[in-house]
């Protein structure tokens, strides 16, 4: 056991004060509005910390994406002393202090549901907090620093920078596990994990982006209880899904999700078709768009989850449509057909919202028209809105093997020539097949009736 982790049965143990001249967080390190709200909120007479992922990150070197407050005060004596606050949230208020594009979360400390009566799962107002698997159904009590440490999971994310003398507060033993690098969860694993599937995923997606190893303790129940994600609702797994991929690590968390046979119950079509066939076009145009991604967040560039699932569900799709190592079918409703059934399937497990959905479905389905590249059908290809995510999609099918290098070629050529030079490009193409326009059969004119 480790010894922080040592939770009493009668009261809580003190926290480990590790003082200012014993870590390397400097204020100049943090948001001058996350002080601004930590120095009044102590001026105030409330406690005031800097909390979780961003006290871990300033003891990793990083620079932390947000900056998350703990305090004592109630969510409405937060508001009283911010005129610039917002309370959002219905089963737990939380503060939203906002300083121009800026926004300072402040949370109250909570109490862990372990807190009201285990025997029978309810709470003081006789509200179950708990369902037969023992996950959490209602997390809404307020509590002191001491309860709020045991709500969290993991040891180096439950670490408390104390605005007071500038010290850090480690009740689990989150500063040695951030400086060993180890991802572990703070109490007993299958308990934690049986509480909210959902952490099994936030273990793989901390491990992946921080380059932390999952202690042993922290890993073994992760197998045998990866069946309860199935009946995590597929909203809440869309999030999780963008935060696993759209971080910046989603290479290194696709294949955390793999060896954790996480995968098998998030995407089952896309597991199966990797499973099947690891070195295939396809699977090797999922890494590379992953790898892709990763290099844009790293950049600061936009990324979005409309080409994300459609790198993610590529191998499933040709899979479906019969062929798993490429080409594509040369019937596009072939493709059609196994673009929707991958999708209807997905779906069950992960809400797509439509307005990444259908265009996803467009981008996959505009793939068979780089192939004819003569006539002015190639001309209006350019022209289509998704054509430049559709461009970036072939792009990847032909880095992976899947399709001819030089047709992706032509299309970049394509796109750098003056219209005039397009135009001749393309007109002076032989016909290729498919490129011949479809002959409309004459309508049937309707007869008059007779007149009377």
Same mark, same amino acid.
């Given at each position: 056991?480790?010894?922080?982790?040592?939770?009493?049965?009668?009261?809580?143990?003190?926290?480990?004060?590790?003082?200012?001249?014993?870590?390397?967080?400097?204020?100049?390190?943090?948001?001058?509005?996350?002080?601004?709200?930590?120095?009044?909120?102590?001026?105030?007479?409330?406690?005031?910390?800097?909390?979780?992922? +961003?006290?871990?990150?300033?003891?990793?070197?990083?620079?932390?994406?947000?900056?998350?407050? /703990?305090?004592?005060?109630?969510?409405?004596?937060?508001?009283?002393?911010?005129?610039?606050?917002?309370?959002?949230?219905?089963?737990?208020?939380?503060?939203?202090?906002?300083?121009?594009?800026?926004?300072?979360?402040?949370?109250?400390?909570? /109490?862990?549901?372990?807190?009201?009566?285990?025997?029978?799962?309810?709470?003081? +107002?006789?509200?179950?907090?708990?369902?037969?698997?023992?996950?959490?159904?209602?997390?809404?009590?307020?509590?002191?620093?001491?309860?709020?440490?045991?709500?969290?999971?993991?040891?180096?994310?439950?670490?408390?920078?104390?605005? !007071?003398?500038?010290?850090?507060?480690?009740?689990?033993?989150?500063?040695?596990?951030?400086?060993? &690098?180890?991802?572990?969860?703070?109490?007993?694993?299958?308990?934690?994990?049986?509480?909210?599937?959902?952490?099994?995923?936030?273990?793989?997606?901390?491990?992946?982006?921080?380059?932390?190893?999952?202690?042993?303790?922290?890993?073994?129940?992760?197998?045998?209880?990866?069946?309860?994600?199935?009946?995590?609702?597929?909203?809440?797994?869309?999030?999780?899904?963008?935060?696993?991929?759209? !971080?910046?690590?989603?290479?290194?968390?696709?294949?955390?999700?793999?060896?954790?046979? *996480?995968?098998?119950?998030?995407?089952?079509?896309?597991?199966?078709?990797?499973?099947?066939?690891?070195?295939?076009?396809?699977?090797?145009?999922? &890494?590379?768009?992953?790898?892709?991604?990763?290099?844009?967040?790293?950049?600061?560039?936009?990324?979005?989850?409309?080409?994300?699932? /459609?790198?993610?569900?590529?191998?499933?799709?040709?899979?479906?449509?019969?062929?798993? *190592?490429?080409?594509?079918?040369?019937?596009?409703?072939?493709?059609?057909? !196994?673009?929707?059934?991958? *999708?209807?399937? @997905?779906?069950?497990?992960?809400?797509?919202?439509?307005?990444?959905?259908?265009?996803?479905? =467009?981008?996959?389905?505009? @793939?068979?028209?780089?192939?004819?590249?003569?006539?002015?059908?190639?001309?209006?290809?350019?022209?289509?809105?998704?054509?430049?995510? +559709?461009?970036?999609?072939?792009?990847?099918?032909?880095?992976?093997?899947?399709?001819?290098?030089?047709?992706?070629?032509?299309?970049?050529? *394509?796109?750098?020539?003056?219209?005039?030079?397009?135009?001749?490009?393309?007109?002076?193409?032989?016909?290729?097949?498919? =490129?011949?326009?479809?002959?409309?059969?004459?309508?049937?004119?309707?007869?008059?009736?007779?007149?009377?």
């Amino acid at each position: 056991m480790h010894p922080y982790q040592e939770e009493p049965l009668a009261g809580h143990p003190p926290p480990v004060i590790v003082p200012r001249a014993d870590h390397s967080i400097s204020r100049a390190n943090i948001s001058p509005n996350a002080l601004k709200v930590l120095y009044r909120l102590k001026d105030a007479g409330y406690q005031a910390f800097l909390v979780g992922g +961003a006290v871990r990150d300033l003891l990793l070197g990083l620079h932390p994406k947000d900056f998350d407050v /703990a305090t004592n005060a109630h969510p409405e004596e937060v508001r009283k002393i911010f005129r610039n606050c917002r309370l959002i949230g219905r089963r737990f208020h939380l503060a939203h202090v906002r300083f121009g594009m800026e926004i300072i979360e402040v949370a109250t400390f909570r /109490a862990a549901h372990t807190e009201v009566d285990e025997d029978n799962a309810v709470d003081e +107002a006789g509200h179950r907090v708990l369902d037969v698997h023992g996950r959490i159904l209602r997390d809404n009590l307020y509590g002191s620093i001491e309860e709020d440490v045991w709500r969290r999971d993991f040891t180096a994310n439950a670490l408390y920078y104390n605005i !007071a003398d500038y010290s850090i507060w480690d009740y689990v033993g989150g500063v040695p596990d951030a400086a060993a &690098r180890v991802l572990r969860l703070i109490g007993d694993p299958e308990t934690r994990y049986r509480e909210d599937p959902v952490r099994m995923l936030r273990a793989a997606r901390f491990a992946a982006k921080l380059g932390f190893s999952l202690h042993p303790d922290t890993e073994a129940p992760v197998r045998r209880l990866a069946y309860m994600l199935d009946s995590v609702p597929p909203a809440r797994l869309f999030d999780e899904t963008a935060k696993l991929m759209l !971080a910046g690590s989603g290479l290194a968390s696709f294949d955390l999700l793999v060896k954790l046979e *996480l995968l098998d119950h998030l995407m089952p079509d896309v597991a199966r078709a990797v499973a099947e066939a690891p070195d295939s076009p396809g699977a090797r145009l999922l &890494r590379l768009g992953l790898e892709n991604t990763d290099g844009r967040v790293r950049a600061d560039k936009s990324v979005t989850p409309t080409f994300l699932f /459609a790198v993610l569900l590529w191998p499933a799709i040709l899979r479906a449509a019969g062929a798993p *190592l490429g080409p594509l079918p040369d019937d596009p409703q072939l493709l059609g057909t !196994a673009c929707d059934e991958v *999708l209807g399937r @997905q779906l069950r497990r992960i809400t797509i919202p439509k307005r990444f959905g259908l265009p996803m479905r =467009d981008l996959i389905m505009l @793939q068979p028209r780089f192939e004819r590249r003569s006539g002015r059908r190639a001309l209006r290809l350019l022209e289509h809105p998704k054509f430049r995510a +559709a461009y970036d999609l072939l792009l990847l099918r032909a880095a992976s093997g899947e399709v001819d290098p030089e047709i992706a070629a032509w299309w970049t050529r *394509l796109q750098e020539l003056p219209e005039a030079e397009r135009i001749a490009e393309v007109e002076g193409r032989p016909a290729e097949a498919g =490129d011949a326009p479809r002959r409309r059969r004459p309508r049937r004119r309707r007869k008059r009736p007779a007149a009377e």
